[in-house]
């Protein structure tokens, strides 16, 4: 991996150092996706049959798993791999859980009643990334919270071909309308619907540059859907002192190295000691590796930052915003207060960012590009929206009708304090008289 000295740099070569490869690469695909949605809303299925056939190389069209096809490849998946799905369901699903809001009731005055209460979003659309990686776990991610909100419509969208493995995960979770589709043609489809797939109010789920930059225009159109989260291309930070073992900050980096050649990796330490040797054993780890050829690609776009201290580790993490964050330091819970923007933090020596990926019960649905500096990681709420509800009794007007009156002279709005005015005249009236 390439070492910078942080003090060396300038304000401008830090900004150049932190950002990441693909956002360079989003005017050449922005042009192409606009066209690919364009295309899915006005033609519908003959677009997305075309695009299917040309990217995902499904000659004949076919997009609908049938439940008969869903079931053969659920129960092909081992014993073994399907009881370790379901251990990693069962921790998401107690920590998803377990964020329910109840609603709240409150009188903010005597008569003025305010209410909070959410209700699950009706169709939302999952996208599972699939390729050479197919991402069983990220099905568990999205689709467990998505069974707790209790959303009506649930539909999955998946690269062919799909692992068995997936849909055992989706019909785990109660998926039963399962496309085989990826890409921006897939977003297109969910988004916008055609005469095969219904249109969804909302889709979750990461993916690649295309993906992501599919997502963001979708959520743009009125016509389109809402979306999660920035989820593109995966990536991790690490910062780690003298005490880090040096293997398992390699097996780290690895870890986010190996899925995809658009990954990056970035190590922040004070210690050249500790840099050199991560990278003999980043160098060791990757002779064992299968994607050994796909993590080199993300080494290459990736670096190692020497900086002062521990403390100026946890600046530059604030300011490259990670969607994970390792700290590998003698004392790392107590970086916390100092560690402001991340998609998931993992602290300690055992705590391998594997865990939060498969099955700790946290989300590894995360913003990334930095987004983490104002957008969280998936959660419960996500999948639904809040609204208030609010009710007044003669005397709760009365009491806060002279305050709204007020207000609403100031602003120029004589309907709104009309509609006080006749009110409380109304209650005057029916008061018995002294």
């Not at 899925?259 to 922040?268: I, R, T």
Request: charged letters at 20%.
């Amino acid at each position: 991996m390439r070492i910078v000295n942080w003090a060396e740099l300038s304000p401008q070569d830090r900004r150049t150092q932190l950002t990441r490869p693909a956002m360079n690469q989003a005017a050449d695909i922005s042009a192409t996706v606009l066209n690919i949605l364009t295309n899915i809303r006005r033609e519908g299925d003959k677009a997305l049959k075309e695009y299917t056939a040309a990217f995902d190389k499904v000659p004949d069209g076919k997009i609908v798993l049938t439940q008969a096809e869903i079931d053969a490849a659920a129960d092909a998946v081992t014993p073994a791999m399907q009881q370790a799905i379901r251990h990693a369901y069962d921790n998401i699903a107690r920590f998803h859980a377990a964020q329910q809001m109840a609603p709240l009731v409150m009188d903010t005055q005597p008569g003025v009643r305010c209410e909070l209460h959410t209700h699950a979003i009706g169709r939302v659309g999952l996208y599972v990334p699939g390729g050479s990686a197919p991402l069983v776990s990220t099905v568990l991610m999205l689709a467990v919270p998505a069974k707790l909100a209790g959303c009506r419509k649930v539909v999955l969208c998946s690269p062919p071909p799909i692992a068995n493995e997936i849909l055992f995960a989706a019909r785990l979770c109660g998926v039963s309308e399962i496309y085989t589709m990826g890409g921006a043609q897939a977003i297109a489809a969910m988004a916008y619907g055609t005469q095969t797939v219904q249109k969804v109010d909302k889709i979750f789920g990461p993916g690649n540059a295309w993906v992501t930059e599919a997502k963001r225009q979708v959520s743009l159109d009125v016509r389109g859907a809402a979306i999660d989260m920035p989820a593109g291309p995966s990536e991790v930070l690490v910062i780690a002192d003298d005490s880090a073992n040096p293997e398992f900050v390699a097996a780290d980096l690895l870890s986010q190295a190996e899925h995809g050649p658009d990954s990056q990796v970035v190590l922040v330490t004070p210690s050249i000691t500790l840099a050199k040797a991560v990278d003999a054993a980043v160098e060791r780890q990757l002779q064992t590796l299968s994607r050994a050829d796909i993590a080199r690609k993300a080494l290459a776009e990736s670096l190692t930052i020497l900086c002062g201290d521990i403390k100026e580790a946890c600046i530059i993490s604030n300011e490259y915003a990670p969607e994970h964050l390792i700290v590998q330091t003698s004392a790392p819970r107590e970086l916390l207060p100092w560690l402001e923007n991340a998609g998931s933090i993992f602290l300690g020596a055992w705590t391998p960012e594997s865990v939060g990926d498969y099955a700790s019960g946290t989300n590894h649905t995360l913003p990334t590009y930095g987004y983490a500096r104002t957008a969280s990681s998936l959660g419960l709420a996500d999948y639904q929206r809040r609204y208030t509800v609010q009710e007044l009794s003669a005397e709760g007007l009365k009491g806060l009708g002279d305050t709204v009156i007020a207000m609403a002279n100031a602003e120029g709005l004589d309907a709104h304090r009309q509609a006080v005015v006749l009110r409380m005249a109304e209650i005057n009236a029916q008061e018995p008289s002294a």
